[in-house]
């Protein structure tokens, strides 16, 4: 089993930042890709960006581009969500989860979420 808790989300004002955290626990080896998704209300959950065990990145969302970086910590057994000039557009429950790479395998484990809100 692996386990995956997301931290780091809040109330955050239009072209402010925000560091989201995803820790993992348990057996991560065979899932070593972290993708981040969000769900804004009433709207489908998206992928965002994903980050293979290597550090090699993809990129899910063009609204993000230039805007949001992902990047991991092997040691830490963490990958991080760098959101920068936020809009009230990326308002939305942010999830981490986890797969054997960034493409052609689904998303196994999923952590429950947290909420970042873009707001003035």
Request: glycine residues 12%; charged residues 15%.
């Amino acid at each position: 089993q692996l386990q995956l808790v997301e931290s780091g989300g809040g109330l955050v004002q239009p072209g402010g930042s925000l560091r989201l955290s995803c820790a993992a626990s348990g057996f991560t080896l065979p899932y070593a890709a972290r993708g981040w998704f969000r769900q804004a209300p009433g709207k489908e959950r998206e992928g965002v960006l994903c980050i293979s065990s290597s550090g090699r990145t993809t990129n899910y969302a063009d609204s993000v581009k230039g805007r949001f970086t992902i990047s991991r910590d092997n040691a830490k057994n963490t990958v991080y969500l760098q959101m920068n000039s936020l809009k009230p557009e990326d308002t939305a429950v942010y999830y981490c989860a986890a797969a054997p790479a960034c493409g052609g395998f689904s998303f196994s484990y999923w952590g429950k979420g947290t909420l970042v809100t873009v707001s003035s």
